[in-house]
């Protein structure tokens, strides 16, 4: 049975305490992939604690991917322990463990944030339009941020788009859910695998059937779409493989949407940090039928902390997005909206990407760098490393992609493999490889786990 | 057939322009409710523009309310055709135009919006949190905001909340669409009616069943609840009839909930601004068994363009929303929850509301004395007159609600009867009967339509 002395310790509830220990359990390798947690009642009476706090914990466990339930048995150590930073609730909340991961690979990280233009921007916004501010705002978002949007998508990406055909959301999530509104709830939605099992999650709740399609060099199947009627995927940079759909499958895919009916969500997420190769045009401007919604966000390029995105709708969802959705109220504020119309009619947002973009390069060149040099390097190959802020490191190991994660965790090594982005059965090639984020990362922290490892 | 002289402007599209054009007629009286308008083909041809300028014309009416669509007919003048500002998509991209009514009852306003005090308060913030707003965030919300809630509710709803049960969102609306989802799409949801029609929409979109229940002087019936399993009701100051639920009520519907197993959805908008009674303890606080979800908004309280409300979970659907719900990101960006935290711990939101009940109780007497004073003061009946920031006018005349409001409109005023917030049948005493919202009200346009209304 687990026993653990809970400490009260001021702003940190019971609950939380619990969740701490359990989750430092898991990361150490003390509770073991599989193993089976106590039922709430027997750790509670164990603890002398009461079962919601017993359940608070387990709750965040769950939330946060270290432990699954299984109905009418019980509680189980996940097999994958490692969830995104992005995906992990409350990390604010958490201050840092002494069991903390040295290096966490498995999450986004952004820094380097413009807080001293984007303030200023702020206060001229106040300044500027005073009262306009607490009008009611239309609820596709306001006029400039969309002509902003615009006019960066034509300078960036080729793209003709029309203001009006912009609209305005908190975060991708919130986009999603409404286009399972727009587009029906009787429609089959097909995502990429492997791939963001977020988006697996998201079109589940919104009570739509989800189906995965498997993938080639070249992008999603074609042939694996039959059942569906909206396709969801990342052709300038899949997550987690890196791989940019080929032009023809493109062609192949607009195809599918123009004879069937169908939808596609570019979804255009990361496109701005591409280092080695001249970006792909997005799909929307291969499409003249209104078969392709194109969908990006400022969370991943400018932080994860500002919630706004934005999707293109062709001209006849728009008309049906006012005829049948008119009546929802945009969901960000006026202010974060003025201001990032600013920040991006000022070209600061242009400055901020590519200045990141270098930083990014700098960053992933001494990653492969450190990788290369290390003691074991000629049992590491990089895949796809051209791609977004990440890359895929293939190990020639014999342990299985459980073990090799549990290794990296006893290392200190937060990471997550690419077979754990699978929900379709997993190909060999893509077994033994490693996600590597290194947008967040700490260079001395690598460079100390990899001496430590060479001196172990 | 409409003939209108599209002018291009800088700045207003074509389909902007004729829309404008409609709408002056309709609030005109030149086109007359339940009239039919010419197809998007004919009226295209006969403007020599294009279907699409029409379709984005009749697109935007439609999502306004003005017209509405039946299907294989064609498109119609709406019998009210007035909504609330709140609900109309684009207004800040709509310039005054000539017939704009000269007062409008019919919305809700906010404005003394401390400017300077929230402006430095995101100055500190930006330099206090610094790379800490980076950080993705908690996704029920941050814990100083979460925590100013509890301590708000605490002090001026004598609620005893735990920060930990507060879920964070950008909007009512978006919180609605997260209950569907927590509670389940099996449910059915009782609304109340009459009531305000945007919640009865966003159920039908979010793809439950929705009920309308009928009220009594007391609040809404316990007896016709019986097909629901989950209740939408503000019991502290119903929309638009004013009343409050009484004790006794609010006891016989929590029985209701634990004996059903059902949930109620308390929806304490507006809650903050009485005047004349002492404000009843929220059901949140009656609530033993965790089935009354508290919810509330600074959307109304601070300004419709700030988008951040909340709601409070019992300790089981928390967890539930963690295990299940628990990918979704918080859709409120980091500046603004630590902007409005400090904003609430530091004492000036209490201040602002206290300021604004004030004000706003100024202008209900000013608006109820020039009623009073007015000519046809005897044809005249305020009912329900201590309740948020609207009243009942029932008014004495032959005249049927669609022919007052058109003679309202007729002198400049755009008001909605209350006889247009009924889904069920209309009980014979709710006609003729006018929902004056005085929030946003310009008290020289009042005096001057009342002193022309006079001189007619």
Redesign the interface.
């Known amino acids: 049975m687990l026993t653990y002395e809970l400490k009260k310790s001021p702003g940190v509830?019971l609950?939380e305490a619990l969740y701490r220990c359990i989750r430092a359990d898991i990361l150490a390798g003390r509770l073991q992939p599989g193993q089976k947690l106590p039922s709430k009642r027997a750790l509670a009476q164990n603890l002398k604690v009461s079962k919601?706090t017993v359940?608070?914990a387990y709750?965040?466990l769950?939330?946060?991917g270290y432990i699954r339930?299984a109905e009418k048995v019980g509680f189980f150590v996940e097999d994958v322990p490692f969830t995104p930073?992005?995906?992990?609730?409350?990390?604010?909340?958490a201050p840092a463990s002494p069991r903390q991961p040295l290096l966490d690979l498995s999450?986004s990280g952004?820094?380097r944030?413009p807080?001293s233009v984007?303030?200023r921007l702020?206060?001229e916004v106040?300044l500027d339009y005073?009262?306009?501010?607490?009008?009611?705002?239309?609820?596709?978002g306001?006029?400039p941020l969309r002509q902003a949007i615009a006019d960066h998508l034509a300078a960036f990406r080729a793209m003709t788009v029309k203001a009006?055909n912009i609209l305005i959301g908190?975060?991708t999530?919130?986009l999603y859910?409404l286009l399972i509104?727009l587009l029906g709830?009787d429609k089959t939605y097909a995502v990429e695998d492997p791939g963001y099992g977020?988006i697996h999650?998201?079109y589940a709740?919104?009570?739509v059937r989800c189906i995965s399609v498997p993938m080639d060099r070249e992008g999603v199947l074609p042939e694996a779409l039959h059942p569906a009627q909206v396709l969801h995927l990342s052709p300038a940079h899949h997550f987690p493989t890196g791989r940019v759909t080929s032009t023809g499958r493109r062609q192949q895919l607009i195809s599918w949407a123009n004879s069937s009916g169908g939808y596609i969500i570019e979804d255009d997420y990361d496109s701005e940090f591409r280092f080695d190769a001249h970006p792909q045009p997005a799909m929307q401007s291969l499409d003249s039928s209104g078969r392709v919604i194109y969908m990006n966000t400022f969370?991943r390029s400018l932080?994860?902390?500002?919630?706004?995105s934005y999707m293109v709708l062709p001209?006849h969802l728009?008309?049906r997005f006012?005829?049948?959705?008119?009546?929802?109220?945009?969901?960000?504020?006026?202010?974060?909206q003025y201001t990032l119309a600013r920040f991006l009619s000022r070209g600061y947002f242009e400055k901020h990407i590519n200045r990141m973009r270098k930083y990014y390069k700098m960053r992933r060149n001494q990653v492969l760098s450190a990788l290369r040099r290390c003691s074991f390097a000629d049992k590491l190959t990089i895949r796809e490393e051209d791609a977004g802020l990440h890359f895929l490191l293939k190990v020639d190991t014999p342990l299985s992609d459980d073990a090799l994660v549990r290794f990296c965790a006893e290392k200190g090594i937060l990471v997550r493999p690419l077979s754990s982005y699978y929900h379709l059965p997993i190909p060999e090639e893509d077994r033994r490889c490693l996600v590597i984020n290194y947008a967040g990362l700490n260079q001395q922290a690598l460079e100390q786990v990899l001496a430590a490892w060479d001196d172990a």
Chains 1, 2 share one sequence.
């Open positions: 509830p609950y919601i359940e608070g709750g965040q769950l939330a946060e339930a930073a992005a995906a992990a609730p409350c990390p604010a909340a999450g952004t820094e944030f807080f984007w303030s702020q206060r106040m005073g009262e306009k501010l607490l009008l009611p705002l239309p609820n596709q306001i006029a009006d908190a975060g999530d919130f859910n509104q709830r977020k999650k998201i709740a919104g009570g969370s932080a994860p902390s500002i919630r706004i001209d728009m008309t006012r005829e049948n959705l008119g009546f929802y109220s945009c969901t960000v504020s006026s202010f974060e």
